[in-house]
């Protein structure tokens, strides 16, 4: 299905020149002299690259179907990580590339999107806020209530994040996954 640059939408996935691309943002202009344009940063689907693009107002794409699929992480093995459809129970794996970033957030058995472009898996989404249990840091000493005082953390899933002096190892932290953000001890 082809649509014009009057359609676009952030998130929405087309084909440029043969090659697959989600739209991060996008603007239009309208010049006081010539005609408008539409200047777009996209993120190519296979390799993660963004790239600036600019197109003229009302050319056309081939927009890919979209579709997000609810699976349940299961493990990792050497540089796999395995997921069950929660509604078939097949099970599929994926490697740690196509996972990306959402490896650090993943834990066993939480539900996460796998999000496709057609029928090519362009990535993982793990839940918005995670809970983790901390496994390194520097010990806490009573007192240590500095308002904006920081301290690395280690948690279960090797992610590193900064958190509040009164932490200590063995602590679980609620995490917001879309920016590695202490949000609070659980």
Same mark, same amino acid.
């Given at each position: ?8 939408? $952030? @998130? ?38 963004? $790239? ?65 472009? @057609? ?20 010990? @806490? ?8 005082? $920081? ?16 932490? $200590? ?10 920016? @590695? ?6």
């Amino acid at each position: 299905m082809a649509i014009s640059t009057a359609d676009f939408k $952030n @998130g929405k996935a087309i084909m440029i020149d043969g090659k697959p691309y989600v739209i991060i943002e996008f603007q239009h202009v309208k010049p006081g002299k010539g005609g408008a344009f539409v200047r777009t940063k996209v993120r190519d689907i296979r390799s993660g690259r963004v $790239n600036d693009l600019t197109f003229r107002s009302g050319e056309k794409f081939d927009e890919i179907r979209m579709e997000t699929k609810e699976m349940q992480f299961l493990y990792k093995a050497d540089d796999e990580f395995h997921f069950m459809d929660t509604e078939s129970y097949e099970q599929s794996a994926l490697p740690a590339d196509v996972v990306g970033e959402a490896a650090q957030w993943l834990k066993e058995n939480d539900i996460v999107a796998l999000q496709y472009a @057609g029928d090519e898996l362009i990535g993982v989404e793990p839940p918005m806020f995670v809970e983790l249990e901390v496994t390194e840091t520097e010990p @806490g000493f009573k007192g240590d209530t500095v308002q904006g005082a $920081n301290k690395p953390a280690t948690l279960e899933t090797g992610a590193v994040i900064n958190v509040p002096m009164f932490i $200590n190892t063995g602590d679980v932290l609620k995490v917001d996954t879309r920016d @590695g953000r202490y949000i609070t001890r659980v």
